[in-house]
């Protein structure tokens, strides 16, 4: 803390994000010397002026990008207000764009002829179901490489990126389909390449969690009613979780495969070949018999 009670650490973080700059932060906290100690920044990004323009405006107030970073006092499970309000705008874009999606885009809604008022009806009905079965997904995905790196004695928060979501939801609008890069947890402090990997592997480690839980709980589900909606939130569920793990494990960019492959090239062999077997084998319906297999409990 400086003179005036404020951790120095939250200037890293309170400029805006996704910039072409990188700098390390001023200050961060000592990282968990895990007996491997070797120093690897991780790196900071920041953008030298908020975005704008009116896709943005409508999604959130344009004072956001004033509102300073909350005094962290220390909690492990602290979450600044920039953070909920990038949490919330990701999730929401995120469900809006799988709502375009689910009708097909603006083709598909021509292609219907349905009036407004029912194509809106139908978006927020499918955009209600996808955020509580694919919210938990992306967020928990999220919140996954947060708490460890701050187990490691690193500062992590998530920031959204504006460009991505709305690339993402022109995307589901025109084409009909989702592909969109929502944001991510971004961390400031030293750690070793095997910290960074586990840091990264948390995520995709956090889908097949909930991947697994979705398998039991939905298949009971299903057994007390196999109505269209259980189905559809247990599908969206499975193969939301499983795509999400999937396509972070490609070793390309940012995504976290590239960090795991870094670390340690057998465990990110198992982790990608597994995961894109799970996704294909959820999206190709083979998991289906095992789902039947719960439901059958009942």
Not at 263 to 284: D, K
Request: neutral net charge; proline residues 5%.
């Amino acid at each position: 803390m400086d003179g005036n009670g404020r951790d120095p650490r939250l200037n890293a973080l309170e400029e805006d994000f996704f910039a072409s700059v990188d700098r390390a932060p001023p200050n961060h906290s000592r990282a968990r010397d895990d007996g491997a100690r070797r120093q690897q920044h991780v790196r900071v990004v920041f953008e030298k002026t908020p975005p704008s323009g009116a896709f943005l405006r409508g999604f959130m107030n344009p004072s956001y990008y004033d509102t300073p970073v909350s005094t962290n006092t220390g909690s492990f499970w602290h979450f600044s207000r920039k953070e909920i309000n990038d949490l919330t705008l990701a999730t929401l874009a995120f469900a809006l764009a799988l709502a375009l999606m689910r009708v097909g885009g603006i083709l598909g809604i021509l292609r219907t002829g349905e009036t407004p008022f029912v194509v809106f009806i139908e978006m927020a009905i499918w955009g209600t179901l996808y955020i509580f079965s694919l919210g938990p997904a992306f967020l928990l995905h999220e919140m996954a490489h947060k708490f460890l790196a701050r187990h490691y004695g690193c500062w992590a928060e998530f920031r959204a990126d504006p460009s991505g979501l709305k690339t993402g939801v022109l995307i589901a609008a025109i084409l009909g389909f989702v592909f969109m890069a929502p944001g991510a947890v971004m961390v400031a402090g030293n750690i070793t390449r095997e910290q960074n990997g586990k840091i990264a592997l948390a995520g995709p480690i956090s889908n097949l969690v909930l991947y697994a839980i979705g398998l039991v709980l939905g298949g009971l589900l299903l057994g007390l009613s196999d109505g269209a909606i259980i189905s559809a939130f247990v599908q969206a569920w499975l193969w939301g979780n499983s795509i999400l793990a999937a396509f972070n494990m490609i070793p390309l960019g940012p995504l976290d495969g590239r960090k795991v492959k870094q670390w340690n090239e057998p465990i990110f062999w198992v982790f990608f070949i597994g995961t894109i077997g799970l996704a294909y084998g959820t999206i190709s319906g083979q998991i289906d018999p095992y789902l039947d297999l719960f439901s059958n409990l009942i």
